[in-house]
């Protein structure tokens, strides 16, 4: 039995109307964001020609203002749409898993209880990143490596190649974070499991018990770091990916305009969209990452909704 596949894809299913609505607005938004370069390498076509141009430059401005707002408005739209979707999936999910516990759990009720309540809640945190950062920012670095091969093949071909490269490092960090993520979500369960119990009464707190807590939260927080050190350092490799990467499209750019194969307004076209690739592709491959403790948490709580009798991580 598939966890997500099998247990939690039925609940997210009444609601794909939403995710619907967040995938056109996604769309919308990459393509605002994409075209915004087009204005500025008109204006600059413009002022590096002697010719007067077609579209006057106010046009131009208006063009580009405008958008800009479609760019906003979409994404605040996206964004609450993806939010609707995964709120109400991960509720209904976490509805279900509880009502199981309860039915099911017998003793560790309470426990299991804990679990559900914090792996549904990092679950959805994490479904809304993933949707919000993940199809924005994977659309807009295929966007520019295709705009970068309508101006020049070879141009395209070599940022595509560092964008490959980019995911590369991103899904090894992600692999990484994984392994530490299960590890610190075995310690939390652990810690809230020894805290319930001794407000239960079923502990009592002397100094074993204390030194007991101590040692839980110390060994969470040490796997807490561990996967912000990951993450930051996947960060630093891909930074150093895309500055590579823009450096060696930068440089074929010139040699394009030296030969009279690419337009100055072209190369600046070029600047642009390496501008606009930075930030997303960061945002990318560090979503990518985060991915990793995601999935571990949804599969915990896709067992907690579909097993017999909902498990833990021993």
């Known amino acids: 039995m598939n966890p ?9 299913r009444p609601h794909r109307r939403s995710l619907a609505f967040g995938l056109v607005f996604t769309c919308l938004l990459v393509a605002a964001r994409l075209a915004l370069p087009l204005p500025l390498t008109a204006v600059v076509g413009r002022a590096s ?12 401005s208006a063009a580009f203002v405008g958008l800009a707002l479609v760019a906003g408005l979409a994404e605040h739209q996206q964004r609450l749409a993806f939010a609707h979707f995964a709120g109400r999936t991960i509720t209904d999910a976490r509805e279900a898993a509880l009502a199981r516990v309860q039915r099911d759990g017998g003793d560790r009720s309470g426990d299991l209880t804990t679990q559900v ?3 549904a809640l990092r679950t959805k945190q994490g479904l809304k990143g993933v949707l919000n950062h993940i199809t924005v920012n994977g659309l807009l670095v295929v966007g520019v490596c295709v705009a970068l091969a309508v101006a020049d093949l070879w141009l ?10 980019l995911v590369v490092v991103a899904v090894f960090g992600a ?19 020894s805290v319930h119990r001794l407000a239960g009464g079923d502990r009592s707190l002397d100094a074993a018990t204390v030194e007991t807590l101590r040692d839980l939260d110390a060994e969470s927080g040490v796997a807490d770091v561990a996967i912000t050190r990951w993450e930051g ?3 630093w490799v891909v930074h150093g990916v895309l500055v590579a990467s823009a450096a060696a499209v930068l440089l074929l750019g010139v040699n394009e305009v030296a030969s009279g194969r690419l337009t100055t307004a072209g190369l ?4 642009a969209y390496l501008l606009v690739l930075h930030g997303p592709a960061i945002r990318f491959a560090r979503q ?3 991915t990793a403790p995601l999935l571990v948490s949804a599969r915990q709580l896709g067992h907690a909704v579909a097993a017999p009798e909902p498990q833990s991580t021993p």
């Open 117 to 119: 309540v914090g792996d």
């Open 268 to 271: 600046f076209g070029v600047m």
């Open 4 to 12: 997500l596949r099998d247990a939690l894809l039925p609940y997210a």
């Open 49 to 60: 020609s002697s010719e007067s141009g077609t579209v006057p430059a106010a046009v131009l």
């Open 156 to 165: 395209g071909l070599v940022q595509l190649a560092g964008a490959l490269l």
């Open 175 to 193: 692999a990484r974070v994984g392994t530490v993520a299960a590890e610190h979500r075995g310690h939390e369960v652990a810690l809230a499991g």
């Open 233 to 235: 350092t996947t960060t």
């Open 288 to 290: 990518i990452t985060r």
